[in-house]
């Protein structure tokens, strides 16, 4: 059962690493090498690891390993390892990880209590290890946040030494909350939470006695943080180097204000009260109220911008729902002075920020931050601080932790409830900004016209009955649209790809639902606003530039105004999008009559499926590839269709066309493959030719046919040259069917609106009697017959 250890011969090597004579061989092992030289230094770490495996299995399967770990006192050989000047480095890793482990995977409270006695973990914590060495701070700070965990009122005993009012685990972790490394700060952060959420009143008042000078430390470091951020953002270009740089600034500040909210929540006033002093102190007051209001106490007075004030203050109220840290900052937001600006940042001779106390301040103005905060939505050759002071509305009215007082007396609206007024100065901005959109070369972004139709929402579900109000938001948005028609009829007959401009913006519209945390998270709205596409920014959140884009954004805000317009009156979409206006359409796997079509046999190449027999067939607005139906006589199963209008086709030779699919989701991806590209090869040139004309003219067709539909969305008619291509091409049967001129005229005068003639029409399935005599091996019926079956597919 045992064999000779190499190199001791004192001592015998158990087979079974998981048991009791396994601890007393490796207890053996460290008392035979109680000082560490480079000799043994590999041994004794093996020994320190292979003990935690021990210890691990036996507070699970064997009470009697911990009761010889504890009567050998092997934690006290732990300590003199440590203490010994030539433990090296990697012996203190390897000890700091045992114990990290150790004290992670104990499940039994007794065993813990165990290793918690004779206050050995608190001489651990307080020995002077070598935090140069990464690795050991590393380890040092994972084995505090471990023990963080195991504190709880029945071992904050064990920790916590009321005699001498100490607390090594509090102390020593506070030395390390600014550590270069983000997740040695990150550790601290968490082991400071453990500590606040222990109700213990001896241990309360010892950690509210060294909170302040951490909060103030804490605080001041956040300062910092926001100066070199505005400073970087004002001088940086909006570009994808900038903004990946920014972005990570904007993670650690997000980081810093959860970190402030998690110690809110926890809910212990009187340490909340210390952090609202030390908050206001360091940034709030100095920071975001003064640099809101541009308001020094002296000349040298450090400042960040108004957009980043109204930016960093959206942020807070985004997170904090707390209501003590809530009313107490936002009082001084609603109805300050500048005297609540008790202090201010300037700058020593080495350049570092310094903190003082203002003395008095002069020419006090009421409310001057709630003023300027109204005043940022006036936009001026941009709208950077109109679109954050929106955005900081909205998280005011949604933030859980405003009192209802509060939003009367300032007049705001929120989310849960009524109110008798909204302010003046708010709402007269927020017509202003829906009626600046319309204006050419506004300054005025499709971004902040959506937001600000979004809190006209919520101004108008609080106050309710004021049909006023409703009015003059109902009469700015039909001058807006108004005016944005103009622009858009104009555009409609002279821009040759209005219908792809139309269709990209509209699903773009569809798709673009307004995610708050994306709004205050995204660094391209938080740098100066970009004007060229070479930016990467999407339009709607930058300037136009060129022509096309201009006509791009008037159709975002005719979208935005028209969805807001329709909101306010009730009614709902009848006419858009395009493809609504047209009933069901083809689609893959359908089996459709196809015995009146002209087909048109090819071989479809294409590198993912290679070569297939297909048969090519257009209707009025789709390309279809079809497979003859085996079972079926002049049926057909549809294997690949698309709109004919986002088909491009080239001759690749005499046989060849080359097929192109970019529907309005590729366009949108800049780096997405066309949904089709493969070679149609025909049997001769002439056939290749009657299938290129076929699909020239069924785009044509099926283009005129969508501009005629936006013609009647904006209220005009075509002008003449264009209705005479629409006689020649839309009503144009690209499927014809074999009925006599009246039963055509017929069809045509009952077509439903919105659809094209020569489209292929599914009917509405209805039940149809049973017939006792049919069989189910007959011979399909016929295609004229046919075509007025429910349930089927018929050419128009």
């Known amino acids: 059962m045992f064999k000779k250890f190499a190199g001791s011969s004192a001592l015998w090597k158990p087979r079974n690493p998981h048991s009791l004579e396994y601890l007393r061989y490796l207890h053996g092992v460290l008392m035979k090498?109680?000082?560490?030289?480079?000799?043994?230094?590999?041994?004794?770490?093996?020994?320190?690891?292979?003990?935690?495996?021990?210890?691990?299995?036996?507070?699970?399967?064997?009470?009697?390993?911990?009761?010889?770990?504890?009567?050998?006192?092997?934690?006290?050989?732990?300590?003199?390892?440590?203490?010994?000047?030539?433990?090296?480095?990697?012996?203190?890793?390897?000890?700091l990880q045992t114990l990290n482990i150790l004290f992670e995977n104990i499940r039994n409270e007794t065993s813990l209590y165990f290793l918690l006695s004779n206050n050995t973990v608190n001489l651990i914590i307080t020995h002077d290890f070598d935090f140069a060495n990464e690795e050991i701070i590393a380890y040092f700070i994972s084995f505090l946040k471990t023990l963080s965990f195991k504190l709880n009122p029945k071992t904050v005993n064990f920790f916590f030494n009321e005699s001498t009012n100490e607390f090594p685990l509090f102390t020593e972790s506070l030395r390390f909350c600014n550590h270069s490394e983000s997740m040695v700060r990150i550790a601290v952060r968490t082991l400071?939470?453990?500590?606040?959420?222990?109700?213990?009143?001896l241990l309360e008042k010892y950690v509210l006695s060294h909170s302040q000078k951490y909060f103030d430390k804490m605080c001041s470091e956040i300062a910092c943080q926001i100066v070199e951020m505005d400073t970087f953002a004002r001088s940086a270009q909006n570009e994808q180097s900038?903004?990946?740089?920014?972005?990570?600034?904007?993670?650690?500040?997000?980081?810093?204000?959860?970190?402030?909210?998690?110690?809110?929540?926890?809910?212990n006033e009187h340490l909340n009260a210390l952090l609202v002093d030390s908050v206001h102190r360091h940034f709030f007051g100095p920071l975001y109220l003064a640099s809101l209001a541009s308001v020094r106490a002296q000349p040298l007075s450090v400042l960040v911008s108004r957009v980043a004030s109204l930016f960093?203050?959206?942020?807070?109220?985004?997170?904090?729902?707390?209501?003590?840290?809530?009313?107490?900052?936002?009082i001084s937001l609603l109805f300050g002075d500048q005297s609540d600006v008790k202090t201010e940042w300037t700058r020593t001779n080495d350049g570092k920020l310094q903190l003082s106390s203002v003395e008095k301040w002069e020419n006090v103005q009421e409310r001057i931050f709630f003023h300027c905060h109204m005043n940022s939505l006036n936009e001026g050759h941009d709208d950077h601080s109109c679109f954050y002071a929106l955005l900081l509305i909205h998280c005011i009215s949604q933030n859980k932790g405003v009192q209802k007082e509060l939003f009367v007396a300032s007049q705001l609206p929120y989310c849960d409830g009524f109110t008798a007024k909204c302010d003046p100065e708010l709402t007269e901005s927020l017509i202003r900004i829906v009626e600046n959109c319309s204006l050419i070369d506004t300054p005025i972004r499709p971004i902040t016209v959506r937001l600000c139709c979004l809190i006209l929402r919520r101004v108008l579900l609080s106050l309710g009955s004021d049909q006023n109000f409703h009015s003059a938001v109902?009469?700015?948005?039909?001058?807006?649209?108004?005016?944005?028609?103009?622009?858009?009829?104009?555009?409609?007959?002279t821009e040759k790809f209005f219908l792809e401009m139309f269709e990209d913006e509209h699903w773009h519209f569809q798709k673009g639902e307004l995610k708050m945390k994306e709004l205050l998270e995204d660094p391209a709205l938080f740098l100066p606003p970009s004007n060229t596409p070479l930016s990467g920014v999407p339009l709607s959140k930058r300037m136009p530039s060129g022509n096309d884009e201009h006509i791009r954004r008037t159709l975002?805000?005719?979208?935005?105004?028209?969805?807001?317009?329709?909101?306010?009156?009730?009614?709902?979409?009848?006419?858009?999008?395009?493809?609504?206006?047209?009933?069901?359409?083809?689609?893959?796997?359908?089996?459709?009559?196809?015995?009146?079509?002209?087909?048109?046999?090819?071989?479809v190449v294409d590198d993912r499926i290679g070569r297939l027999s297909r048969f090519l067939v257009t209707d009025q607005f789709q390309l279809i590839l079809v497979e003859p139906d085996n079972r079926r006589l002049g049926w057909a199963i549809v294997r690949f269709v698309c709109m004919l209008q986002d088909v491009q086709v080239s001759s690749f030779d005499s046989r060849t066309l080359r097929v192109v699919v970019e529907d309005v989701k590729m366009r949108s991806q800049p780096s997405a493959?066309?949904?089709?590209?493969?070679?149609?090869?025909?049997?001769?040139?002439?056939?290749?030719?009657?299938?290129?004309?076929?699909?020239?003219?069924?785009?044509k067709s099926s283009r005129a046919f969508k501009l005629s539909l936006i013609?009647?969305?904006?209220?005009?008619?075509?002008?003449?040259?264009?209705?005479?291509?629409?006689?020649?091409?839309?009503?144009?049967?690209?499927?014809?069917?074999?009925?006599?001129?009246?039963?055509?005229?017929?069809?045509?005068?009952?077509?439903?609106?919105?659809?094209?003639?020569?489209?292929?029409?599914?009917?509405?399935?209805?039940?149809?009697?049973?017939?006792?005599?049919?069989?189910?091996s007959a011979a399909p019926p016929d295609p004229e017959t046919a075509r007025l079956l429910p349930g089927q597919i018929h050419h128009l």
């Open 33 to 95: 090498n109680d000082k560490i030289t480079e000799a043994n230094s590999a041994l004794v770490v093996e020994a320190l690891r292979a003990i935690t495996e021990v210890l691990i299995w036996g507070d699970q399967n064997d009470g009697t390993v911990f009761d010889f770990f504890l009567e050998r006192q092997m934690f006290s050989h732990f300590l003199r390892i440590m203490r010994q000047s030539s433990a090296t480095p990697y012996i203190n890793v390897q000890l």
């Open 192 to 201: 400071t939470l453990n500590i606040f959420k222990v109700t213990d009143e």
């Open 242 to 267: 900038n903004r990946t740089r920014l972005m990570t600034m904007m993670d650690v500040h997000l980081d810093n204000v959860h970190y402030l909210n998690d110690i809110f929540m926890i809910g």
């Open 312 to 330: 960093l203050l959206s942020h807070f109220f985004n997170i904090v729902h707390v209501e003590l840290p809530v009313r107490s900052l936002l």
């Open 474 to 493: 109902e009469l700015a948005v039909r001058r807006s649209q108004h005016k944005l028609l103009n622009v858009l009829r104009g555009a409609l007959q």
């Open 556 to 603: 975002q805000f005719f979208f935005d105004l028209r969805k807001f317009g329709q909101d306010l009156s009730g009614q709902n979409e009848q006419l858009l999008p395009l493809s609504s206006r047209v009933q069901e359409l083809v689609e893959v796997n359908d089996c459709i009559n196809l015995s009146n079509s002209d087909l048109l046999a090819c071989t």
């Open 673 to 699: 493959k066309p949904s089709f590209d493969a070679k149609l090869i025909f049997d001769d040139h002439i056939r290749l030719m009657a299938a290129k004309q076929r699909l020239s003219r069924g785009k």
């Open 711 to 776: 013609a009647e969305l904006f209220g005009i008619r075509l002008p003449p040259q264009q209705q005479q291509q629409n006689d020649g091409i839309v009503f144009r049967h690209s499927l014809p069917c074999q009925s006599n001129s009246a039963s055509s005229s017929s069809t045509e005068e009952k077509r439903p609106r919105g659809i094209a003639p020569g489209s292929v029409q599914k009917l509405q399935m209805q039940p149809k009697e049973t017939d006792q005599r049919s069989d189910s």
